[in-house]
């Protein structure tokens, strides 16, 4: 098993650059969050050339609409949801300084070329492992978009979340080396 | 004739609403803790402990397991001698989804298709209803998240595929998932009746037990030998590799038309959640 390696957010480009695809790692800082429709508002904004909620330079995004945040607690359950769907937006956002995206699932080529080409990354956490991972976050502030209730876009402050390097600035791709090692004739 | 008033409907559907997506049944757990026990990937066996863990911790800290509440699918089984007073059934069970979604902090996922404006209580509910007989009403609700629904497939297959085109389509539907169904998964297999039939089938084999066989020996045997090749493809938990892949693979039949050989599969991440209860 790979060593768990703590990881500050937001991270110098060299820090990210040497992440490699397997690592394990423990990551603690800052964190935005946005999934489908918050994406489509950012696009709009980078076109419009307005400023964004939230800076994208070196930063880190997590795709996740967290469940309702019950009384006496930080946040609700926050899990990742599928990458894939946000494909279309993903090679603007790194374009524009994005450097780590945590979600869950495989990408397309197009956006795995894209991490290498702006040298970020792609982290995994574990897609409905949710209730766990609401404890790795010690804040929670709603920056934008409130009207998009789960998609509301959230600033979290998040402790050691456990997440895998899937993708790394190299290119290398989990998704598909994982699978091949362990793949057999049927 | 039994009475039932569908106020009790509506409690029932917004406490199992409630428990299914915080308590995940013990046969799911099961197969969780074999998977853990059989996999050899070490990031396979990490993400499976992270699995159980946080069923542990869902409970404890009463939050649900998964952030995605899901689109809430009711079965209803309506005795034949039973009178539902007191108000409109389909009314009632929407009362319920919205009751259970707001007191129990569940993640309102529901809006419309096209203008894409969020309903905002998560109703209305997905509500498939049989009429049984008796005289008691069994209500099943069944939470399912997007991430296993949006890479579930239905296909009408030619008679002249056969048994070895219907492997290949589930096999094709589980390997273009990829991690995107948040694998370990449960996989439904509906084979026969129509195009809507077959899709049903599929989500009715999720309610089985988990893990469970069909009673007809030829189909459980096609459900082993899938399981087995769906574990083949090495895409492991998460799609980053492993041996478990399929906790289990569950087929419904139905006859068929002679032309026809419909096939859906929904696929059902490792959250297979569902709640029953018998009024």
């Known amino acids: ?186 | 004739m039994r009475e039932l008033n569908v106020d009790q409907v509506t409690a029932a559907v917004a406490q199992l609403s409630i428990e299914a997506c915080r308590y995940l049944g013990e046969d799911v757990r099961a197969l969780l803790e074999q998977a853990r026990a059989e996999e050899k990937s070490a990031f396979g066996c990490f993400i499976l402990e992270q699995i159980l863990k946080n069923l542990e911790v869902a409970a404890k800290e009463q939050l649900p397991i998964c952030q995605d509440t899901g689109m809430t699918v009711v079965f209803l089984e309506v005795g034949q001698d039973l009178h539902l007073t007191g108000g409109d059934l389909t009314m009632a069970v929407n009362e319920g989804v919205r009751r259970g979604y707001q007191e129990g902090y569940l993640r309102k996922s529901v809006l419309t298709p096209l203008s894409r404006i969020n309903t905002n209580d998560n109703t209305p509910a997905v509500i498939h209803t049989k009429i049984v007989p008796g005289d008691r009403l069994k209500i099943t609700v069944a939470p399912k998240g997007a991430g296993s629904e949006n890479m579930s497939r239905v296909k009408m297959l030619q008679p002249a595929d056969g048994i070895a085109g219907v492997k290949q389509f589930v096999l094709e539907t589980v390997t273009a998932a990829g991690g995107c169904a948040c694998p370990p998964l449960i996989v439904g297999v509906g084979i026969g009746g129509t195009m809507e039939k077959a899709a049903l089938l599929a989500k009715e084999a999720l309610l089985r037990p988990a893990g469970s066989s069909h009673s007809d020996p030829a189909v459980a045997n096609l459900e082993k030998e899938l399981r087995v090749l769906i574990n083949k493809t090495g895409l492991g938990p998460q799609g980053l590799g492993g041996k478990v892949t399929a906790l289990a693979v569950h087929i419904q039949t139905y006859p068929t038309h002679i032309a026809a050989l419909p096939v859906a599969v929904n696929l059902q991440c490792h959250v297979a959640r569902h709640r029953s209860l018998l009024l």
Do not use: W
């Not at chain 1, 400023?51 to 930063?59: A, G, K, R, S």
């Open chain 1, 1 to 186: 098993m790979p060593k768990l390696k703590a990881f500050r957010t937001p991270a110098c480009p060299e820090e990210v650059a040497a992440l490699v695809s397997g690592d394990l790692i423990h990551l603690s800082g800052v964190v935005y969050t946005a999934r489908d429709a918050a994406h489509l508002r950012l696009m709009e904004q980078l076109e419009a050339e307005q400023p964004l909620p939230f800076p994208l330079l070196n930063q880190t995004l997590f795709y996740v609409g967290p469940s309702p945040t019950p009384p006496g607690k930080i946040i609700g359950a926050c899990g990742p949801t599928t990458g894939r769907r946000m494909d279309v937006y993903t090679p603007s956002l790194l374009a524009n300084g994005l450097k780590m995206i945590i979600g869950k699932g495989p990408r397309s080529p197009e956006v795995v070329a894209a991490f290498r080409r702006y040298q970020a990354a792609y982290l995994v956490a574990i897609g409905g492992a949710a209730a766990l991972m609401a404890q790795c976050v010690k804040k929670a502030q709603l920056l934008a978009y409130p009207e998009l209730g789960p998609e509301a876009v959230y600033r979290l402050e998040v402790e050691k979340m456990p997440l895998i390097v899937a993708i790394d600035a190299q290119g290398r791709n989990l998704f598909e080396l994982g699978p091949e090692e362990y793949a057999e004739e049927g």
